[in-house]
Every structure is written in C-alpha cells, then in structure tokens.
C-alpha cells in the first residue's frame, strides 16, 4: 500500500487558522490601512485621511477583542493564535497611532525618539505578556493579573489625535506648541506617547485579568 503524502505546508497552515484567526487577521488589516491612510494625508494633506486613519484603529480594536471571545466560546485557543494576536496588535496599537502621531505633526526630532520608544514599549510588552501567559498557563492557579497596561489602550492617544485633526489643530497647530532641547524640537503632546509607553511596561502596574 503506497502511504499517503503529507499536505504541502502551505495547506496545513492554512488548514490550522480558525475563525479567531481571522478576526486577528482583519486586526492587522486595518492597522496596515490605518498606516496607509497617513500616507495618503501627508501627501494630499486631506485631513479625511487622517480622520480615516484614526477611525480604523478603533475598528482594529473591536476586532480583538471579539477574536478573544470567538476563541473562547469555540474552544480554539493555540500557540499560533496567541502569536497572531501579538504581532497584530504591534502594527494596530503600536506602529499605526505612532505613524497617526508622526502625520498629525510629531515631527520633531525628539518627537520621533518618544514615538520609537513608544512601539519599542509595545513590542515589549507583547513579548512579555506572551511569556508570562506561557509560563501561567502549566500552572492550576487562575492567572489573576498582567503587568503594564495593555497595548490595545494606545485608542485613547489616537482619540486624541483624532480630535486634534477635527479641530483643525495639527501640523503647526498642535496644541502645546513646540520647545527647541538642543538638536531637536519636542511638542509637549508627544509626552502622551511617552506616558503611554511606560505604562505599558511598567513592573508595578497589575492590571486584573478578566
């Protein structure tokens, strides 16, 4: 009897994604399209395309959310899924409200270190969670909370900037102006960023676990 051939990889992988996975996906889709709006605004400087841009990171959001209770209620939790999620939200919550942040007017030199130090705080997290979460899962106690505020909360800071572009107070309008330190010029409204960022890795912030 000849023995069966394995799928080819490219047909297991697709055969191994669930309907969570898909919602995971949609995630990152509209954080690309977010991404890809601020493109569009930079060089029409058409603040629709900023707004839209800010309108697809909420959606992002709600696809997460809804992926994790899809997952839930199917039973469909793996390894693959949880990495999905992550690197989903890297480029929803962490890559778009930075670029959101730089098309609106966070140009200024030390404006871009506070936005890199931003995602860089993102990924972090995201990294550390899925750890913890690996580590937490062998044990029989319920994991009761995580460290850092959830990346998913960077809305808050696209809300902000959202309001900002219907204002009519981007680019050189940015509320708080802007300060010339050294080489470099800040606008005080990046400090959110900053904030932002450190809470999320932060070691003594628990938030509870849902």
Not at 41 to 69: F, H, K, Q
Not at 116 to 139: H, I, K, P, W
Request: aromatic share 6%.
């Amino acid at each position: 009897m000849i023995p069966s051939k394995p799928p080819p990889r490219h047909l297991s992988m697709i055969r191994g994604f669930h309907l969570a996975d898909c919602l995971t996906l949609g995630n990152a889709a509209c954080g690309t399209l977010a991404v890809f709006a601020v493109v569009a605004y930079v060089e029409t400087r058409d603040v629709r395309c900023l707004l839209s841009a800010s309108a697809l990171v909420p959606v992002a959001l709600v696809l997460d959310v809804l992926d994790g209770r899809v997952a839930r209620w199917r039973r469909r939790h793996s390894a693959m899924g949880r990495e999905l999620d992550s690197l989903a939200d890297v480029i929803s919550f962490g890559v778009a409200p930075a670029a959101i942040a730089y098309g609106a007017g966070l140009t200024g030199l030390w404006d871009v270190v506070i936005l890199l130090y931003f995602v860089a705080c993102g990924v972090s997290r995201l990294a550390r969670f899925n750890v913890t979460a690996e580590q937490l899962s062998t044990d029989a106690g319920k994991v009761e909370y995580f460290e850092g505020t959830p990346i998913p909360t960077s809305v808050v800071l696209v809300g902000v900037v959202a309001a900002c572009a219907w204002l009519g107070r981007v680019g050189d309008a940015l509320p708080l102006g802007a300060v010339s330190l050294g080489p470099g010029r800040l606008h005080p409204l990046a400090l959110l960023w900053a904030a932002s960022g450190s809470l999320m890795i932060s070691k003594t912030l628990r938030i509870p676990k849902p």
